[in-house]
């Protein structure tokens, strides 16, 4: 531990000597030379006036459902609703909304006729 705090105080010094050694200041020329070099670099601002590319209706539509994968899943969606609609299709047949609108028929949510029971003894 105590060679850590040394080498850092040895490091300090060293710094420290450094930034006071007239070697190490920096001309005005070179940081003239550098500073415009490095402007040259920079990325030139877009114009303001340019429009974006027009996109399509049905692209802009894509993206805000967001893309592949809002897009598919819509469409899964859309298609398991389908299939559940059509899935009763029976019931909406003549015959269907004839027993539906006048009651013939009793509709239950659960069947417990094939051997399964409620009761908890034992027969």
């Known amino acids: 531990m105590t060679e850590k705090n040394e ?4 490091l ?3 710094f420290a000597e450094a930034k006071e050694a007239p070697e190490a200041q920096v001309s005005d020329d070179f940081m ?3 500073l ?3 402007e040259a670099h920079q990325p030139k601002p877009a114009d303001l ?3 974006p590319p027009a996109r399509g209706f049905w692209a802009s539509l894509f993206d805000t459902l967001g893309g592949w994968q809002g897009t598919g899943g819509l469409v899964a969606a859309t298609m398991a609703s389908v299939f559940i609609g059509f899935s009763g299709a029976e019931a909406l047949t003549l015959d269907g909304l004839q027993s539906v609108i006048t009651g013939d028929t ?3 949510l659960s069947d417990f006729s094939g051997g399964f029971s409620l009761s908890t003894e034992a027969e």
């Open 49 to 51: 006036a340019a429009a």
């Open 32 to 34: 003239a030379r550098m």
């Open 12 to 14: 300090d010094d060293l």
């Open 36 to 38: 415009a070099e490095a």
């Open 106 to 108: 009793e509709s239950y």
């Open 7 to 10: 080498m850092d105080a040895l």
